[in-house]
């Protein structure tokens, strides 16, 4: 064998030894538990032979706790770029069969490597996480490696999409930086979450807490609202990575990319015309009309299982991709409470930072009231909703099916926080309150002074029908020009789209500052 052969092989050797990690048992125990290695995810997630892995080779330089013995080429984590669906992504996988995944001063440097290829090039990055965290012989060299992870999750937030996949445990200071990325997808019953694990609780407070009551997917996807997604697999959480992909621009400078559909602009749906109940109080299901408005009724929800009473997440419309933000009045009748306003509010502002016009469907009795809410900040988090809107620059399409009341009407995408077309359908109520509510505050009084029972609620029935007549419509709102348009609901999706494009080239610039002051 020629010296260069004996090179070559020696190359392929070292390559296929990295390529095994921690080793085939731990590959074995990875399997066992019914996860994937973290090369096995990144090749289902990129398109076929489009990898091209970095830093294969490098290891890490820590000598304490015998570590100078144990020495795994790649250190910890897969790391380099690819293609999904033809587009050019930087991902990094750790490795749970090197020490458990655990970051050191290394493989935080991999890692933060890519980030700055994602950055520089302009592509998303996509992290998936499985690890035991700070790798404990590495002391503070490893807090400055996550320290590091972060500030660049930081300075990448609203210039590339960050996206977090947690395949395995993801604990301690390290859950920040998913927390830091614009989306967060878990495994359920493989993957978990927290600051501090159950033993740790269980000393400090004496609460007894399993780790996938404290930070299963089902919590963080339903209770807490960390994830944004709870896939049952890998296989559907790879696949809802690449989907949500599929929406976005490749960074804030470009558009999302348009797809052909067959789906004709101007369809339109009967269905639509019926769809609002007579009694006012009675809820529908805001899903059929999203399905019924969107190329192909294909609608990827982001926060399915978390304040359901709003529905945020993508769809195309004539081949465009929008997110869509609606009340839903089959839950809580689509009131906005605490979680509600910080959900839409994170929606809309990664809408507006990645140029996605965003199509608001309001059917919304008002605020949540109670001390809950209060004492929970409603106040500060349901201005978070408003600043989201009335900061957003991208095009801004409102349609109002029914109720639309009071400070939630404000909030939810109006015509004075720059909302571009306001359209309203018929049956649409646009007023500070509803009807009951208002005739109990302005005739409380004559209706206190009303000799019998029958001769009040006679007056609060006139009243009401008074109140109904002059706001229980669109027109009052259409006169004043605050809704551009009432429109038939059949054709509501002929009307978003042609509105949609006749804002595609919309600029719209914020005064000049440092950074804006958002309530948190
Ligand atoms: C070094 C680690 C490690 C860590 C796991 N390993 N975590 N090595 N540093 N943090 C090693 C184990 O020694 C073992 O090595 C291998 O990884 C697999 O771990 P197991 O325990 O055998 O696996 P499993 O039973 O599945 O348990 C997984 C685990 C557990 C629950 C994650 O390993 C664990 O509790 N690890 C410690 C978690 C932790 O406290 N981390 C520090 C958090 S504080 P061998 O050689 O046997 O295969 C933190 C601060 C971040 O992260 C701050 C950022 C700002």
């Not at 009084?445 to 009040?456: I, L, N, Q, R, V």
Request: charged letters at 20%.
């Amino acid at each position: 064998m020629s010296i260069q052969q004996e090179n070559i092989s020696k190359l392929v050797e070292r390559r296929a030894k990295a390529r095994l990690g921690g080793g085939e048992k731990r590959i074995e125990a990875q399997h066992q538990k019914g996860k994937y290695t973290a090369r096995e995810r990144i090749a289902m997630l990129l398109d076929e032979g489009s990898f091209e892995e970095y830093d294969m080779f490098v290891q890490h330089r820590c000598t304490n706790f015998g570590m100078d013995k144990q020495h795994f080429d790649g250190d910890g984590v897969v790391t380099g770029c690819g293609t999904i669906g033809g587009r050019l992504v930087y991902v990094f996988a750790q490795d749970f069969t090197v020490t458990g995944g655990s970051l050191s001063k290394t493989m935080s440097e991999k890692i933060c490597k890519v980030m700055d290829m994602a950055v520089r090039n302009g592509a998303p990055c996509i992290g998936l996480n499985d690890s035991g965290g700070a790798r404990i012989q590495e002391g503070i060299d490893a807090l400055a490696g996550y320290a590091e992870i972060f500030e660049r999750n930081i300075l990448a937030s609203g210039v590339i999409p960050q996206i977090s996949g947690i395949f395995g445990p993801c604990a301690g200071g390290a859950v920040y930086s998913p927390a830091l990325t614009d989306f967060t997808l878990m495994v359920k019953n493989t993957s978990y979450m927290f600051l501090t694990g159950p033993a740790v609780v269980k000393s400090v407070i004496g609460e007894e807490v399993t780790q996938e009551e404290l930070g299963g997917a089902s919590v963080h996807a339903t209770k807490s609202g960390v994830a944004h997604f709870a896939a049952d697999s890998e296989e559907e959480g790879i696949a809802t990575i690449k989907a949500l992909l599929s929406f976005l621009p490749q960074n804030n400078t470009e558009e999302a990319p348009r797809v052909p559909t067959n789906d004709p602009y101007n369809r339109v749906d009967d269905a639509l015309n019926s769809i609002i109940p007579d009694n006012p109080n009675k809820p529908y299901d805001m899903y059929a009309v999203i399905g019924s408005i969107v190329d192909d009724g294909a609608f990827l929800e982001v926060h399915k299982g978390f304040a359901k009473n709003i529905i945020v997440g993508f769809a195309h419309m004539n081949g465009r991709s929008v997110g869509i933000v609606a009340n839903q009045p089959s839950m809580l009748a689509g009131a906005l409470d605490i979680n509600a306003s910080r959900k839409g509010a994170r929606f809309v502002r990664f809408c507006d930072a990645f140029n996605i016009p965003i199509v608001t469907l309001v059917d919304v009795p008002g605020f949540l009231c109670g001390t809950h809410q209060e004492y929970g900040a409603i106040i500060s988090n349901g201005a978070k909703l408003l600043y989201a809107y009335g900061e957003a620059t991208v095009p801004k399409v409102t349609v109002t099916l029914r109720k639309s009341y009071g400070g939630a009407h404000i909030v939810m995408s109006c015509k004075q926080l720059r909302g571009d077309i306001n359209y309203a359908w018929p049956s649409a109520n646009i007023a500070v309150m509803g009807a009951d509510g208002a005739v109990n505050v302005l005739y409380a009084k004559d209706m206190k002074a009303a000799e019998t029972p029958d001769e009040a609620k006679a007056i609060f029935e006139a009243k009401k029908k008074e109140y109904e007549d002059l706001f229980s419509n669109p027109y009052q709102a259409a006169q004043k020009g605050y809704i551009d348009d009432v429109i038939e609901p059949r054709n509501t999706r002929f009307r978003v789209i042609r509105a949609l494009e006749q804002l595609s080239a919309k600029k719209l610039d914020l005064p000049a500052k440092k950074h804006d002051n958002l309530p948190l």
